[in-house]
């Protein structure tokens, strides 16, 4: 009777090692698994890193397809330095462009809105899942961004006519007193009332300079809105408000600080120097009473004055403002645009 307990309880032993085996297997399969899983989710995230940072370093450029392209590779290519992470691959194909009346993802582009679509991989390796079989997976991601010429900015007081040439780069006079244009306005010299309901002083609106979040709200304008000249603004009182007002000028602070060894070609995109200016048609009145219609949108860089001939020199940029709107179905291109990255 003992003998047969004993072979019983041999039996059952045998059993209970063979699913402690079988369990191991499974557990350790299931942790397996769980870390490669793992490495599959952060190489994903690594990847949608990269796409947004390449798609928002092309989408400056756009719509030129070329240089939007090789900044966007540029950019991939940058994130693959040693020690950061997951290899990312990127070939021109994987860039896909999209213009005016396109669909991107359920967006139909407007007008003037240009688009472009950023796809990159990265290849995982697993460990511990290679023993039931599994060697590895890619990870993929896309990014989806938009640029087009926004509906609305906050204002610096000054007009600069319609039909002015937006000529990026070239140097000009941005002020209208006297001429290019609109010369025949009895009293309009160029500048602009704040917009009714705007909680900043026109100086501070025309310096840039401390203005709080609610004078920002509050001097917004927008295409079609109506704006009135301001009379009996002197040489001197722009001057001050532009280049020389112990060290609270536009141009004063926007050649100090880190905006010092900014240029025309490679700035911060906060710079003082940066006007955004309404471009406006004449359309009835005189002195204060002068009303124009806004009909797009200028960025100007500021580069001095000249009192004497009553000038205030800068040259048109492309500018992109954070914040806009680049798919307003705008009916005319502007030189302030937005950039929109893409659900």
């Not at 600080?257 to 490679?266: E, L, M, P, R, V």
């Not at 124009?292 to 001095?304: D, M, N, P, Y």
């Amino acid at each position: 009777m003992r003998n047969k307990l004993q072979a019983k309880l041999r039996g059952r032993s045998g059993v209970a090692g063979a699913w402690v085996v079988v369990s191991f297997v499974v557990l350790a399969g299931m942790a397996a698994l769980v870390i490669d899983l793992g490495q599959l989710v952060v190489a994903a995230q690594r990847c949608q890193d990269v796409a947004d940072a390449a798609a928002l370093a092309g989408a400056p450029h756009l719509p030129d397809q070329s240089p939007a392209r090789e900044a966007a590779l540029a950019t991939a290519v940058a994130n693959n330095a040693e020690a950061t992470g997951f290899h990312v691959e990127i070939e021109p194909d994987d860039i896909t462009f999209f213009g005016p009346g396109d669909t991107i993802g359920d967006t139909v582009l407007g007008p003037w809105a240009h688009g472009m679509q950023v796809e990159v991989r990265a290849p995982v390796q697993y460990s511990f899942a290679r023993i039931l079989g599994l060697t590895g997976a890619v990870a993929s991601r896309r990014a989806r961004v938009f640029r087009g010429p926004v509906e609305g900015i906050p204002i610096a007081t000054m007009w600069i006519a319609e039909e002015t040439p937006l000529a990026y780069g070239q140097q000009q006079n941005l002020l209208m007193a006297d001429g290019p244009h609109y010369a025949g306005i009895p009293g309009s010299f160029g500048f602009l009332e704040s917009p009714e309901g705007c909680t900043a002083a026109w100086d501070d609106l025309l310096k840039g300079y401390n203005l709080s979040r609610e004078d920002i709200e509050t001097s917004f304008v927008r295409l079609g809105d109506s704006v009135y000249a301001r009379t009996g603004v002197s040489v001197g009182h722009w001057r001050k408000c532009l280049v020389d007002d112990h060290g609270t000028s536009r141009l004063e602070r926007g050649t100090s600080g880190k905006w010092a060894n900014d240029t025309f070609y490679d700035y911060h995109a906060d710079n003082p120097r940066i006007m955004l200016l309404p471009l406006v048609s004449y359309h009835e009145g005189t002195g204060s009473n002068a009303r124009f219609e806004i009909e797009k949108f200028g960025a100007f860089w500021l580069e001095g004055v000249n009192q004497g001939q009553k000038e205030i020199i800068g040259r048109f940029i492309e500018f992109d403002m954070p914040g806009g709107d680049p798919n307003s179905q705008l009916q005319s291109n502007t030189g302030v645009f937005a950039t929109q990255l893409m659900p």
